[in-house]
């Protein structure tokens, strides 16, 4: 049996980890990818390599010193990408309906930085809803999810039962979580676009 290339022996598999692999099988050389919330930049590096020279990646992030981490990364690494000090909420005005192959998120905190800034359900919910009118038919969404402490239950809560209401017709939605894991473990959650919603239910209001 061949090992795999992400094992990691001696580490628990974590959430990332996940998304990696998820990533690594959707996105293609010359593909259109979006890092909506960069972080300090490994998501939008693995991004950049996936796409190639052909491919082109978007990062956004509201702190300045997350933007500043992504460029370094990249640089570092002999990257490029098109880093934004701008909220997700308003990744929508950056591509074109129908044109974008991946879209990742990291719902939370910024690794190795204050947890008292955190994302938010109202921006957070803007962002995916942008995102599925971004996404190509075949695109898909990463979600990773981090919840309790001082960012609290409220917009997991609110992810879920957004996910939750997605059209089985259009999108296929998958959770991963780990039950043996004790306190607030974080989870990904994988969107797939399978087909174009019609006019008449993306007009529709939500119940």
Same mark, same amino acid.
């Given at each position: 049996?061949?090992?795999?290339?992400?094992?990691?022996?001696?580490?628990?598999?974590?959430?990332?980890?996940?998304?990696?692999?998820?990533?690594?099988?959707?996105?293609?050389?010359?593909?259109?990818?979006?890092?909506?919330?960069?972080?300090?930049?490994?998501?939008?590096?693995?991004?950049?390599?996936?796409?190639?020279?052909?491919?082109?990646?978007?990062?956004?992030?509201?702190?300045?010193?997350?933007?500043?981490? /992504?460029?370094?990364?990249?640089?570092?690494?002999?990257?490029?990408?098109?880093?934004?000090?701008?909220?997700? $909420?308003?990744?929508?005005?950056?591509?074109?309906?129908? /044109?974008?192959?991946?879209?990742?998120?990291?719902?939370?905190?910024?690794?190795?930085?204050?947890?008292?800034?955190? /994302?938010? $359900?109202?921006?957070?919910?803007?962002?995916?809803? $942008?995102?599925?009118?971004?996404?190509?038919?075949?695109?898909?969404?990463?979600?990773?999810?981090?919840?309790?402490?001082?960012?609290?239950?409220?917009?997991?809560?609110?992810?879920?039962?957004?996910?939750?209401?997605?059209?089985?017709?259009?999108?296929?939605?998958?959770?991963?979580?780990?039950?043996?894991?004790?306190?607030?473990?974080?989870?990904?959650?994988?969107?797939?676009?399978?087909?174009?919603?019609?006019?008449?239910? /993306?007009?529709?209001?939500?119940?």
């Amino acid at each position: 049996m061949k090992k795999s290339d992400n094992a990691h022996p001696g580490r628990q598999l974590g959430v990332l980890d996940l998304a990696h692999r998820f990533l690594r099988s959707h996105v293609q050389p010359g593909d259109l990818c979006i890092d909506a919330t960069a972080g300090r930049g490994f998501d939008t590096k693995l991004l950049c390599e996936l796409t190639g020279e052909t491919g082109r990646v978007l990062a956004f992030d509201i702190q300045e010193e997350a933007v500043e981490s /992504t460029r370094k990364l990249l640089a570092d690494n002999g990257l490029t990408a098109e880093v934004h000090l701008e909220s997700h $909420a308003n990744l929508g005005n950056f591509a074109e309906a129908g /044109t974008v192959s991946c879209i990742v998120f990291n719902f939370g905190w910024l690794p190795r930085g204050s947890h008292e800034i955190f /994302t938010h $359900a109202d921006s957070s919910i803007a962002a995916l809803e $942008a995102s599925l009118r971004l996404l190509r038919v075949g695109g898909a969404l990463s979600l990773c999810v981090y919840y309790g402490g001082a960012n609290g239950f409220t917009e997991r809560d609110a992810l879920l039962d957004w996910l939750s209401a997605l059209d089985s017709r259009y999108f296929t939605v998958l959770k991963c979580d780990f039950p043996n894991r004790t306190g607030c473990p974080p989870f990904a959650v994988f969107v797939t676009k399978d087909s174009e919603p019609s006019a008449a239910d /993306t007009q529709r209001s939500p119940e």
